[in-house]
């Protein structure tokens, strides 16, 4: 079916091929009025897609933040810990007849080291200590091993960080 029209002054010229276009005639095609529908629905899909992109950038940012943040406690919890152990041979090595070292001697002991400075305030130190004695060619060799565990936070918490090391000293 084919269908021509001319009018008069400023002619519009319609032309109608309603095989080709199965059932919509060129003129509907053309029309913007037609479309008003179609434009809403495109503007709507391209704000929920722009919306979904944006809230993945948000929770992705912030998924990296919080990790980025336990990654420095943890390493602020191992230098805890460290501290913890520097301590404990401080007070085994040279001091070995008083205090830590004998108490130690004596049986297991645990004790808190004073609260940390700086980046490292806020994290508890508890150093455990168990010595055993061991002959050596006549001699008494006491071989201390030390625990130390630094936590910093509440257990069971997002922000709960703990870091145990453990040494063995023969003096």
């Given amino acids: 079916m084919m269908k021509n029209r001319i009018e008069g002054r400023g002619a519009r010229i319609e032309r109608v091929d309603a095989c080709h ?12 009025q037609s479309s008003k529908g179609f434009s809403l629905v495109s503007a709507i899909f391209l ?16 998924t990296q933040q919080q990790s980025a943040a336990l990654d420095v406690m943890g ?26 070292a004998a108490n130690c001697r004596a049986g297991a002991t ?36 030390l625990t130390s565990t630094a936590t910093q936070g509440a257990p069971a918490t997002p922000n709960y960080v703990e870091r145990q090391m453990t040494v063995t000293i023969a003096q």
């Fill in 75 to 100: 390493a602020r919890a191992y230098q805890a810990a460290r501290a913890g152990i520097e301590w404990g041979a401080y007070q085994v090595l040279p001091n070995s007849a008083v205090g830590f």
């Fill in 47 to 62: 704000l929920v897609v722009i919306a979904a992109l944006g809230t993945f950038a948000v929770t992705l940012f912030t």
């Fill in 110 to 145: 645990s004790q808190v080291v004073a609260p940390l400075p700086n980046t490292l305030a806020g994290f508890n130190v508890n150093v455990q200590c168990v010595s055993t004695p061991h002959s050596e060619a006549a001699a008494t060799v006491t071989i201390y091993q």
């Fill in 21 to 32: 276009t199965g059932g919509l005639t060129q003129s509907s095609i053309l029309n913007p």
